[in-house]
């Protein structure tokens, strides 16, 4: 009898069951706007010019020494990822009173945040600490936070189906019910899966109530340059909340805004009171690191410390990262004036006015069911579609099944 | 009236930056390990004639790590292969690799994966293919979602170890005896007897080679240990940290596990490739479990594929990559295992020169154990003085338990190092 038989089977992960469904299926017109990573117009991943360039750079680079990073990570890649987060002019790093943890992509990122917080914050390993993740959020968030050993992770209001926008008012009531203390998860900017951001005054708001009532910030920022097409623009609530006084983690992924999806490259930025506690603080992520991965991964790291740490590979990313943004809004526009066009049923405003890759459709799960079986046009059951798998060639195809749908199945 | 709103809001960040003091200020400042201990002495130390021999990654006659001009030029290939796009992720890594990594421990006719019932992960590295194995038994060993242990590791083994199995949740991690300081080799009877009186289902770590001793275990000790083992329903998690540099062959070093898995165990094997293509950076690690049904494989490996999305998603590509092409193509395997058998070749002769050295010096102790064993890691059997001794006045380092590289020795610092370990090992204790 094998010690296993009594393991049962685990629930597939929602969006790589749909691409599987996706690639098994004849159709000559499916579309597959469920993988949350970016395509060109040609359906195809895109290796960022700068990227393609660095890394020549890397293997000419004969210097370069094969040993183990250090347990934290390229020092370069880490000081240059937290720049880009908080800003070349940060107070914070000029207090210096900012760190970071080389991790394996955002995942790795929130996993070694998760596991300190529980380890050290609000007494020593207190896994009854409330997690808040946003109601929807990425599906694993609440994984991560509940194998690094917390036992009490909620919900906080967050998508207003009804107006289809951001429930305010649900969120900030959230906060102020929150036993002090709580850690709440906020994506930074191009929210996931409702590419729905607070406005700078609700983020000032949301940082009143979360001072007061001394809430932790935890930062998922997985699309930095991705949102507005501008770096500074989408870590405008990360600085504000650091200028702010707050002590913070961001999880930083460089998947999505450098392409870099199969190196993992992450980043675990931490803004700490002073210096003398940064310290503390590091010294004990390394030793979470050492029992995890030990050392991280040296290519990404590489790649994204060279662009970042030389000025014109710098502006050249930022000019790739600007491409991505541009065919998203471009692709957002387009599907916005199409479904108008068609007179589809609804309002089609937060296809605009929602930012990033991703877009809350709206549609309910009979018509995303319907649209899957019948349009062969895969998205999630929540209504999440993936702006990136649109395209010149799909758009309309898209922009109708959409239409035929609402028409369809209420 | 701006002003004084102004003044206002900078008045109560300050009375923050006074009254609210860090929601860290309990966190204790870590304590060191000793191998980042050992390395600051060793980098602080200023004199000429320093040598590091505490380190883990293989070094060559210049004492620089293994790069292989070989592995360089597949990877300035592969940069300029327009053709290699951000495959499709998977959790498990690159399927190749896996593939080939399995076979590499396992055998091309294992009975396992002919029978379909091996699970084949690659893994940020061997410390991520311990982790991952950990979080498995954890949270599933016996369908018990809450297992806490015990956890056997041996003693003088590699002293992250017992970390990596409590960070995942199991906090009984106790000791077996292995290494006979007398002796200089296994200490088979205390090894035997603490695997007789450990409690039933208790999960045995074993090094399967590249002990940190070099003591290795011989086919007879081996057949002792996985009857005993199958009679107590010990689980056993296997160790190959430097997969090929013992026996100069990956399918050689890893006998013990087609052995156990032969012999109908279920078992779990965490292996690095990072020593024998010099790919450390890159972090190429591989985690195998071997089921006793097939039944059983899709649910473990849909827990598995759970656990690993909360730990790091997927693996990092590039070095992963780099395995399977070599190991895919007999001609780049051939020119490959070349390397490799060089390199293991270099360690037996290292160690014979290290005892021969030893010999003529009339250093005291019996050193025949340098030469029985294989592979890069050897305990000297200097006591926690002696090893003192060896870093503060000879500016030698070596672990705090004796045991050392010797890939590290070359023929710049070999006299040097001998007569370092004989003086160590004759002289008066430190006061």
């Known amino acids: 009898m094998s010690i296993f038989s009594e393991v049962p089977q685990a629930p597939p992960v929602a969006v790589f069951k749909l691409t599987a469904d996706f690639r098994e299926d004849s159709h000559p017109q499916k579309v597959n706007l469920g993988v949350g990573a970016y395509r060109t117009d040609e359906c195809q991943p895109w290796v960022l010019p700068v990227v393609k360039k660095v890394e020549r750079l890397i293997v000419e680079d004969s210097s370069l020494n094969h040993e183990y990073l250090p347990i934290l990570g390229l020092p370069e890649f880490r000081s240059a990822s937290s720049k880009v987060a908080l800003g070349d002019d940060s107070p914070a790093i000029k207090e210096n009173r900012v760190g970071a943890v080389q991790a394996l992509g955002g995942t790795g990122a929130l996993r070694i945040g998760g596991e300190f917080l529980r380890r050290w914050y609000n007494g020593t390993n207190n896994t009854a600490t409330p997690i808040y993740v946003s109601a929807p959020t990425w599906e694993n968030h609440n994984a991560v936070f509940a194998d690094a050993g917390f036992k009490d992770i909620r919900p906080y209001h967050y998508w207003d189906g009804a107006k289809k926008g951001l429930d305010i008012s649900g969120l900030l009531d959230d906060l102020e019910k929150a036993p002090e203390a709580s850690v709440f998860v906020l994506h930074a900017c191009a929210h996931n899966p409702t590419g729905t951001d607070p406005t700078q005054d609700e983020w000032k708001q949301i940082a009143e109530v979360m001072k007061r009532r001394n809430l932790f910030v935890f930062f998922d920022s997985a699309y930095q340059g991705f949102a507005s097409g501008s770096l500074d623009k989408d870590a405008w609530a990360i600085r504000y909340f650091v200028s702010e006084g707050f002590e913070l983690f961001v999880a930083q992924s460089f998947s999505k805004n450098f392409g870099l999806y199969n190196e993992r490259v992450g980043?675990?930025?931490?803004?700490?009171?002073?210096?003398?506690?940064?310290?503390?603080?590091?010294?004990?992520?390394?030793?979470?690191?050492?029992?995890?991965?030990?050392?991280p991964p040296s290519q990404g790291a590489r790649i994204?410390?060279?662009?970042?740490?030389?000025?014109?590979?710098?502006?050249?990313?930022?000019?790739?990262?600007?491409?991505?943004?541009?065919?998203?809004?471009?692709?957002?526009?387009?599907?916005?004036?199409?479904l108008q066009a068609l007179g589809t049923p609804g309002t089609w405003d937060h296809i605009t006015q929602q930012i990033g890759m991703f877009s809350f459709t709206g549609l309910n799960p009979k018509q995303v069911e319907y649209m899957i079986k019948e349009k062969h046009v895969y998205l999630m059951a929540s209504g999440r579609i993936n702006m990136c798998g649109l395209t010149s060639k799909n758009i309309d195809y898209v922009a109708q099944s959409i239409h035929d749908t609402v028409t369809s199945v209420q | 009236m701006q002003s004084r709103r102004a003044s206002r809001a900078g008045a109560s960040k300050h009375a923050d930056k006074i009254t609210k003091p860090s929601v860290f200020v309990d966190t204790h400042a870590a304590a060191s390990n000793q191998e980042a201990k050992s390395l600051f002495a060793f980098k602080t130390d200023d004199d000429v004639r320093k040598v590091y021999l505490a380190g883990r990654e293989y070094l060559n006659e210049q004492?620089?790590?293994?790069?292989?001009?070989?592995?360089?030029?597949?990877?300035?290939?592969?940069?300029?292969?327009?053709?290699?796009?951000?495959?499709?992720?998977?959790?498990?890594?690159?399927?190749?690799?896996?593939?080939?990594?399995?076979?590499?421990?396992?055998?091309?006719?294992?009975?396992?994966?002919?029978?379909?019932?091996?699970?084949?992960?690659?893994?940020?590295?061997?410390?991520?293919?311990?982790?991952?194995?950990?979080?498995?038994?954890?949270?599933?060993?016996?369908?018990?979602?809450?297992w806490q242990g015990p956890v056997y590791l041996s003693s003088h083994c590699d002293d992250s170890l017992a970390g990596v199995f409590q960070a995942a949740g199991m906090p009984d991690v106790r000791q077996y005896?292995?290494?006979?300081?007398?002796?200089?080799?296994?200490?088979?009877?205390?090894?035997?007897?603490?695997?007789?009186?450990?409690?039933?289902?208790?999960?045995?770590?074993?090094?399967?080679?590249?002990?940190?001793?070099?003591?290795?275990?011989?086919?007879?000790?081996?057949?002792?240990?996985?009857?005993?083992?199958?009679?107590?329903?010990?689980?056993?998690?296997?160790?190959?940290?430097?997969?090929?540099?013992?026996?100069?062959?990956?399918?050689?070093?890893?006998?013990?596990?087609?052995?156990?898995?032969?012999?109908?165990?279920?078992?779990?094997?965490?292996?690095?490739?990072?020593?024998?293509?010099?790919?450390?950076?890159?972090?190429?690690?591989?985690?195998?479990?071997?089921?006793?049904?097939?039944?059983?494989?899709?649910?473990?490996?849909?827990?598995?594929?759970?656990?690993?999305?909360?730990?790091?998603?997927?693996?990092?590509?590039?070095?992963?990559?780099?395995?399977?092409?070599?190991?895919?193509?007999?001609?780049?395997?051939?020119?490959?295992?070349?390397?490799?058998?060089?390199?293991?070749?270099?360690?037996?002769?290292?160690?014979?020169?290290?005892?021969?050295?030893?010999?003529?010096?009339?250093?005291?102790?019996?050193?025949?154990?340098?030469?029985?064993?294989?592979g890069p890691y050897c305990c000297t059997g200097l006591n926690v003085e002696q090893v003192e001794y060896l870093s503060k006045r000879k500016h030698v380092y070596v672990l705090p338990n004796g045991c050392l590289n010797v890939s590290a020795v070359n023929s710049c610092n070999l006299d040097y190092v001998t007569e370092a370990l004989h003086e160590a090992l004759s002289a008066e204790p430190l006061s």
């Not at chain 1, 590979?313 to 990262?321: D, I, P, T, Y």
């Not at chain 2, 293994?66 to 399927?95: C, E, N, W």
């Not at chain 2, 190749?96 to 091309?108: D, I, M, P, Q, S």
């Not at chain 2, 019932?117 to 954890?138: D, I, K, N, P, S």
């Open chain 1, 267 to 295: 980043n675990l930025t931490v803004v700490a009171k002073d210096n003398e506690n940064l310290t503390r603080i590091l010294s004990q992520m390394e030793k979470i690191v050492r029992t995890t991965w030990s050392n």
């Open chain 1, 304 to 338: 994204v410390s060279k662009t970042l740490n030389c000025p014109e590979l710098f502006a050249e990313w930022k000019g790739n990262v600007k491409t991505m943004a541009d065919r998203v809004l471009l692709m957002r526009d387009q599907l916005k004036a199409k």
């Open chain 2, 63 to 146: 004492g620089q790590p293994y790069v292989s001009p070989f592995i360089g030029k597949i990877k300035r290939r592969m940069s300029s292969d327009q053709t290699l796009g951000s495959a499709h992720p998977s959790s498990f890594g690159l399927a190749e690799f896996n593939h080939r990594a399995t076979e590499a421990v396992l055998g091309k006719k294992s009975s396992a994966i002919v029978e379909n019932r091996v699970l084949g992960v690659q893994t940020v590295g061997f410390t991520g293919a311990v982790r991952l194995g950990a979080e498995l038994l954890r949270h599933w060993y016996n369908g018990d979602a809450a």
């Open chain 2, 177 to 374: 005896r292995y290494w006979d300081a007398g002796r200089r080799g296994v200490c088979m009877d205390g090894l035997l007897e603490d695997l007789e009186t450990a409690p039933e289902r208790s999960v045995v770590v074993l090094s399967a080679s590249a002990h940190p001793t070099g003591a290795e275990l011989s086919r007879e000790h081996w057949a002792l240990i996985a009857r005993l083992m199958m009679r107590r329903q010990l689980f056993p998690f296997m160790l190959l940290p430097v997969a090929g540099l013992c026996h100069g062959e990956l399918e050689r070093d890893a006998w013990p596990v087609q052995y156990c898995q032969s012999l109908g165990m279920e078992l779990l094997c965490a292996q690095s490739f990072s020593h024998c293509f010099g790919l450390y950076g890159e972090h190429v690690g591989h985690l195998l479990c071997v089921l006793r049904q097939s039944s059983v494989l899709l649910a473990v490996r849909s827990q598995t594929e759970r656990l690993i999305n909360a730990l790091w998603a997927q693996p990092p590509v590039g070095g992963a990559r780099i395995v399977a092409t070599v190991l895919s193509n007999p001609a780049h395997r051939a020119e490959w295992q070349e390397g490799v058998w060089h390199m293991a070749a270099r360690c037996m002769l290292v160690r014979e020169r290290l005892r021969e050295k030893l010999r003529l010096l009339g250093t005291p102790g019996c050193w025949d154990h340098l030469t029985q064993q294989t």
